[in-house]
Nanobody
Framework: QVQLAESGGGLVPPGGSLRLSCVFS????????MGWYRQAPGKQRELVAA????????RYVDSVKGRFTIYRDNDKNTVYLQMNSLKPEDTGIYHC????????????????WGQGTQVTVSS
């Protein structure tokens, strides 16, 4: 059974940085595509970034391009989201998602989700 555990959230001022981590367990990590989603108050959940099982393919929502980087360490069963130049609109709960189908990670129908970690960008 797949389990996902996020960490690394917190309160940062605008312009600050955070690195989120999601540790995967229960199956063979390297066959799963991974994604980071965020849920802001009063807004729909949106895909922030996704990475293919081998790491060769990534995708980002336009609002974070050039500021966020998704990467994975298949030896540590972990996917990361490096977030730089944070803005107040980046505030939300960040969840990681896993599925062996790339399309399911992209469209939000992935089978596995973590509990989330809160990111608050405020002065």
């Amino acid at each position: 059974q797949v389990q996902l555990a996020e960490s690394g959230g917190g309160l940062v001022p605008p312009g600050g940085s955070l690195r989120l981590s999601c540790v995967f367990s229960g199956r063979e990590f390297k066959i799963y595509a991974m994604g980071w989603y965020r849920q802001a108050p009063g807004k729909q959940r949106e895909l922030v970034a996704a990475i293919s099982n081998g790491g060769a393919t990534t995708r980002y929502v336009d609002s974070v391009k050039g500021r966020f980087t998704i990467y994975r360490d298949n030896d540590k069963n972990t996917v990361y989201l490096q977030m730089n130049s944070l803005k107040p609109e980046d505030t939300g709960i960040y969840h990681c998602s896993a599925d062996f189908r790339w399309s399911s990670v992209i469209d939000g129908s992935g089978d596995h989700w973590g509990q989330g970690t809160q990111v608050t960008v405020s002065s």
